[in-house]
């Protein structure tokens, strides 16, 4: 399928058509052909509104993860905080993505801890209770511990695999034909991973699509720094921006 908003509303069109169920980690036991839609922002909030807000046009929800210890948006900066509250009143949940390296040192025994620490730290950014975690690039070690998180459910427990067909789109490249496993509907749940970085109202390449939220990047590093530099077109004109 291709990487556009058109491609990503057919693929909904889709699972609804063969009779899939859009349903939650909490919520798809009790539904007959569930599919859980999931998404993991690693770089761009503002990527994941604009696809949560076509999800909910075609009438689909999904869970959004976070990452709280982020280089590249902080959830606590007014605009992402309001843009995840926002995703969050379309309907879809918000859930944490959680990254092991950034707890370098610390043991799988220990980790279930700082996943419940982190996630307390997300509520307050989103006023809402956190109770689904993901992994964020998670070593073989930590898929095979099964954790299991007081108070939350972890997408990588092994009933999300061993009892769903997993399908993913990670480095934008889907490892199975997604369109040809729901138009065959052989499968009885589904558990789809997307990354809204990738999608946009055009096909473009992975290249260009990182180019992109590069160049981005420091167009809005340069407003944000009109808002607390006097007079910065003094200092630096906004046709600099990437020469």
Request: proline residues 2%; glycine residues 6%; charged residues 30%.
């Amino acid at each position: 399928m291709e990487f556009t908003y058109r491609g990503y509303e057919n693929l909904l069109k889709k699972l609804t058509e063969a009779g899939y169920e859009f349903a939650g980690y909490d919520s798809w036991e009790d539904k007959k052909r569930p599919v859980i839609l999931r998404h993991d922002i690693d770089y761009d909030v503002k990527k994941a509104l604009e696809l949560a807000g076509l999800e909910k046009r075609c009438g689909a929800f999904s869970t959004y993860f976070v990452l709280l210890s982020s280089d590249l948006y902080n959830v606590f900066s007014d605009e992402c905080s309001r843009d995840l509250k926002s995703i969050r009143e379309m309907g879809h949940h918000i859930g944490l993505h959680f990254d092991e390296k950034k707890h370098a040192g610390a043991s799988i025994g220990e980790l279930p801890g700082l996943i419940r620490k982190e996630a307390d730290i997300l509520e307050a950014a989103v006023g809402a209770p956190i109770d689904t975690v993901s992994m964020h690039r998670p070593r073989k070690e930590l898929l095979e511990a099964d954790l299991e998180i007081p108070g939350m459910i972890n997408s990588y427990s092994s009933v999300f695999f061993s009892q769903f067909r997993y399908i993913s789109d990670s480095r934008r490249r889907w490892r199975e034909p997604v369109d040809e496993i729901i138009e065959q509907a052989s499968e009885e749940r589904l558990h789809i991973l997307t990354h809204a970085f990738w999608y946009n109202d055009e096909e473009i390449s992975l290249e260009e699509s990182v180019k992109r939220f590069v160049g981005d990047g420091n167009r809005n590093r340069y407003f944000n720094l009109m808002g607390n530099i006097t007079d910065l077109a003094s200092i630096m004109k906004e046709d600099e921006i990437n020469q």
